[in-house]
């Protein structure tokens, strides 16, 4: 199992930080700086006795059990979507690859997009297990849509029905998913199941990415598997089989409602106080008199409105989210995937050896077992080296910069590939030869990803946490619109060029980010100075104030004396 210290998963970290914040509230710590719970609670007995209480033992809540199996369920059925629609679009309804890859990077930005307006119900309105309940609805209606696209003599425009099926499911499993992750840690009395609650996330990301994992094995061999309708590819069993698997996460998430504890809502939500603060500065300096002399920042136009301590904490995550700026371009790789590299590995022998062969949305299984595999490796054996040789670990905006040119690496690596394909008869490559592509993906991933969203959350404010974990989810759906842009326009005769220009702009956009990151560093490292600065000053000046009076009266002492 990973170490809850080493995950940094979108979806677990807005929980992670509500969790610690009420540990690091209680301001108990043991020598390794872990936050316990003080259970030596002492009370006076009638003849001024004092008995030391035992430590109160706490039951593992039940209720995240029913969290966890929902989660598998619903992650199995949301992904293996991703995994087959590319093909199903393109070889069962017959769209061409251009337009099957817009609609798959439209489905994947409404599911990055709608965690944000699901968080912003669940924490001001509704409260996580209504908000999860009623956006079922929603989802559950757009796998009944979806199944019926697939069954014969419909008569109807199929391409409306799967536009508006694939809609539903994505607003679906966008607005639940941040959701049913702080409802699971909810079920936790902090801050004496903090070891509870570390295990929690590191189970959660298992069940999560282990969902992933069979949903790009299962559904494709299914399809591949089972013929109906007259069809080679029996797609009506594959949908029917996602839907059943959804059903499955919405009853069980369904039975936990008698177990799950109850909800307080927040008077005032992070997110939308966060927009309002912004809006008003800029709003503020439009209007301003030319005349007026302007504020050092633009955003202390909102001081006055807003409390001071809040804009500056704006301010600083302003500063944060400026480093994002160039990694939607990171996002528009990786989801990549299960897109034109599904149709590359469509166009290559997908024989293994003369027992084994695979479907060519299975290969797209390579990035979870290759992360599965990166995790406890750069854990427990390259860290440990780099710390040896280097004295400390690798620094998040440098893994960040390295995680980046991985995965510009992996689109030379396509490119190069798809140039080999054109060059040869039709499925003559061995899909083996795609490795490399993904391993590369998948060192970005674990070098990008995981530190860069870490970085951003531990130096954000602490009343801004959501705020950062929200333009995370906004750079991801950011970066599909990039590949629906890029493939709209349909710039290039070849798809070599079109690797190689995305691993251009990769390349671009980690120059720019190490510009940002290197400012930032700058600016931290001053504001540092200035702080230590005024410390040192403030603490000479008190010090001379309680110096001050005794020198006084030795002075006239000495003058007492003296007379």
């Known amino acids: 199992m990973f170490r809850a210290t080493q995950i940094a998963s979108e979806e677990t970290l807005p929980a992670l930080f509500d969790a610690t914040r009420s540990i690091e509230n209680s301001g108990i710590t043991d020598d390794d700086g872990t936050y316990l719970q003080k259970f ?70 409404f599911g990055q997009f709608c965690p944000i307006f699901g968080a912003i119900l669940a924490d001001s309105y509704f409260g996580n297990v209504r908000t999860i309940s009623y956006f079922c609805i929603l989802y559950a209606i757009g796998w009944i849509t979806l199944i019926a696209t697939v069954l014969p003599n419909l008569g ?165 989210t400026k480093l994002f700026i160039p990694l939607p371009m990171y996002f528009a790789l990786l989801a990549q995937q299960d897109s034109s590299w599904t149709f590359q590995a469509s166009t290559m022998n997908t024989t293994l050896s003369n027992t084994i062969s695979i479907q060519p949305d299975q290969a797209k299984a390579l990035g979870p077992i290759f992360l599965f595999v990166l995790i406890p490796v750069w854990q427990y054996i390259c860290t440990p080296i780099i710390r040896r040789l280097c004295g400390s670990e690798l620094k998040p905006l440098h893994s960040v910069t390295i995680g980046g040119v991985c995965s510009a690496f992996s689109f030379l690596c396509a490119g190069v590939l798809q140039e080999y394909i054109y060059n040869r008869p039709y499925r003559s490559i061995n899909i083996a030869w795609q490795i490399p592509q993904f391993l590369l993906l998948m060192l970005g991933e674990l070098l990008l990803s995981i530190p860069g969203l870490k970085f ?86 008190q010090k001379y104030d309680d110096d001050e009076p005794s020198t006084s009266a030795a002075s006239s002492a000495s003058r007492r004396t003296t007379i």
Request: hydrophobic share 50%; charged share 15%.
């Open 40 to 109: 030596d609670r002492r009370f006076s007995l009638k003849y001024g006795l004092t008995t030391i209480l035992p430590p109160i033992k706490y039951k593992y809540p039940i209720a995240v059990s029913f969290v966890l199996i929902a989660k598998f369920f619903e992650a199995f059925a949301a992904n293996g979507m991703r995994t087959v629609l590319a093909l199903y679009l393109r070889d069962d309804l017959f769209f061409s690859e251009s337009l099957s890859t817009i609609m798959l990077h439209i489905f994947n930005f």
């Open 456 to 541: 951003a959350f531990t130096q954000a404010p602490a009343s801004m946490k959501s705020v950062v974990t929200a333009s995370w989810f906004i750079n991801n759906a950011f970066g599909n619109l990039i590949v629906v842009i890029i493939t709209k326009l349909n710039f290039f005769v070849s798809k070599t060029y079109e690797y190689f220009f995305f691993a251009f702009l990769m390349l671009i956009c980690i120059i720019i980010f190490t510009v940002l990151a290197y400012e930032y560093m700058l600016q931290q490292e001053v504001a540092d100075y200035n702080s230590y600065t005024l410390l040192t000053n403030n603490a000479l000046i």
């Open 156 to 320: 109807a425009s199929l391409t409306v029905l799967v536009s508006i099926s694939l809609l539903l499911i994505a607003v679906g499993n966008g607005s639940i998913r941040a959701c049913i992750t702080s409802l699971g840690a909810q079920q936790f009395k902090i801050p004496e199941q903090a070891k509870n609650l570390a295990d929690y996330f590191s189970l959660y990301y298992f069940v999560y990415y282990f969902g992933i994992l069979l949903s790009k094995i299962i559904p494709p061999y299914e399809r591949a598997k089972t013929h109906c309708f007259g069809k080679i590819d029996c797609y009506p069993a594959v949908f029917g089989t996602l839907g059943s698997s959804f059903a499955a996460s919405w009853l069980i998430f369904s039975l936990g409602k008698f177990y799950y504890k109850t909800e307080r809502l927040v008077e005032e939500n992070i997110l939308v106080k966060f927009y309002g603060c912004v809006k008003y500065a800029l709003v503020a300096k439009w209007s301003q008199n030319i005349k007026d002399e302007p504020p050092a920042y633009w955003l202390q136009n909102a001081v006055g409105k807003y409390d001071e301590a809040f804009v500056n904490d704006v301010a600083k995550v302003l500063k944060i």
